[in-house]
């Protein structure tokens, strides 16, 4: 199994208050995801880093920011967490060496519900 | 992933039945991913396909990439309870960049 950590693995919040994630790894990737799931929408991709300081959006990026300020954390924020960010968040991890099809390996998730 | 068709959205099969769950993509694929999760777990990868006609096994589970349909079965022999769980197939191409965009997921589940 591919060395991710999630922290916390359960949080309960109130809406309005800012929260953060922390993924960690132990594999040395280059690359680093996070995902949110919810009910009929599947894996949908909130931020990505591709280095250190490196950082990109993903297709549901409003309200969430993250930081990579080493290789192994990558942290997300909500910076005032609403209702509708109450979800099940992954971290992934990605060598990506060659640019095309490289698997991404999943964290064990972490559960978020914003009162 | 709306370019990411994944088909039947439920299943429920008797212990030992066979079962195919298929993905279908609207764009290009430069590879075809599938993982399978358990509630309340992480996602674990199962294989990746990347060559047209490509098949790959993983103990009683084996899928194949049609390259030309874009698609992609999943196919379960002699399916166990262990094979309970949601199945989630995967795309990267040049449409999404160095991104996966995932399925709906399948929820399979298996009657003793």
């Known amino acids: 199994d591919a060395g991710i950590t999630q922290s916390p693995r359960h949080k309960v919040t109130e809406t309005g208050t800012p929260v953060t994630l922390r993924c960690h790894q132990t594999?040395?990737?280059?690359?680093m995801y996070w995902y949110r799931q919810d009910p009929g929408h599947g894996l949908r991709l909130i931020h990505y880093?591709?280095?250190?300081?490196?950082?990109d959006k993903g297709e549901v990026s409003d309200g969430y920011s993250v930081s990579r300020s080493k290789t192994e954390d990558f942290l997300l924020t909500l910076e005032s967490a609403t209702s509708s960010q109450t979800s099940v968040y992954f971290c992934?991890?990605?060598?990506?060496?060659?640019?095309?099809?490289?698997?991404?390996?999943f964290g064990p998730g972490t559960r978020l519900l914003v009162l | 992933s709306q370019e990411l068709e994944q088909s039947p959205q439920s299943l429920i099969v008797q212990e030992g039945k066979n079962l195919t769950i298929n993905c279908t993509s609207s764009?290009?694929?430069?590879?075809l991913y599938w993982y399978k999760q358990k509630y309340g777990e992480g996602l674990i990868f199962l294989m990746m396909?990347?060559?047209?006609?490509e098949e790959k096994s993983h103990e009683k589970i084996t899928a194949k990439l049609d390259e030309k349909k874009q698609q992609s079965s999943l196919h379960i022999t002699a399916s166990q309870p262990s094979h309970a769980g949601i199945y989630l197939c995967?795309?990267?191409?040049?449409?999404?960049?160095?991104?996966?965009?995932f399925g709906a997921g399948t929820i399979l589940r298996v009657k003793s």
């Open positions: 880093s591709y280095g250190v300081k490196d950082t």
């Open positions: 396909l990347q060559k047209g006609g």
């Open positions: 992934a991890i990605s060598p990506w060496t060659s640019g095309r099809g490289e698997t991404q390996y």
């Open positions: 764009k290009t694929l430069y590879g």
């Open positions: 995967g795309a990267d191409g040049s449409y999404w960049g160095n991104k996966l965009v």
């Open positions: 594999e040395n990737h280059r690359y």
